[in-house]
């Protein structure tokens, strides 16, 4: 798909299994994200997503909304 991209976000605050969770449903509840990898011990969020539906600001937004931050 020529307009999937993937995206790696280093993300502040996140603690456990439940910040994981936390931050995988909101960006999963956004319309055009895909597959979501969060890194605990690295601090990074990898998402796949289609440009066309939705845009890295907000997934950065989703993730803050979620109550952690996105360096
Ligand atoms: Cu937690």
């Known amino acids: 798909m020529a307009s999937e991209s993937k995206a790696v976000?280093?993300?502040e605050g996140m603690s456990c299994m439940h910040c994981v969770h936390a931050v995988?449903?909101?960006l999963s509840a956004l319309n055009g994200?895909?597959?979501v990898d969060v890194?605990?011990?690295d601090k990074k969020v990898s998402v796949v997503f289609n440009q066309d539906q939705v845009k890295i600001e907000q997934?950065?937004?989703?993730v803050e909304q979620a109550g952690y931050e996105v360096k």
Do not use: E, F, R, T
């Not at 997934?59 to 989703?62: E, F, G, L, Q, R």
């Open 9 to 11: 976000l280093n993300v």
């Open 33 to 35: 994200v895909g597959n």
């Open 59 to 62: 997934i950065k937004d989703a």
């Open 24 to 26: 995988k449903s909101a």
């Open 39 to 41: 890194d605990l011990a």
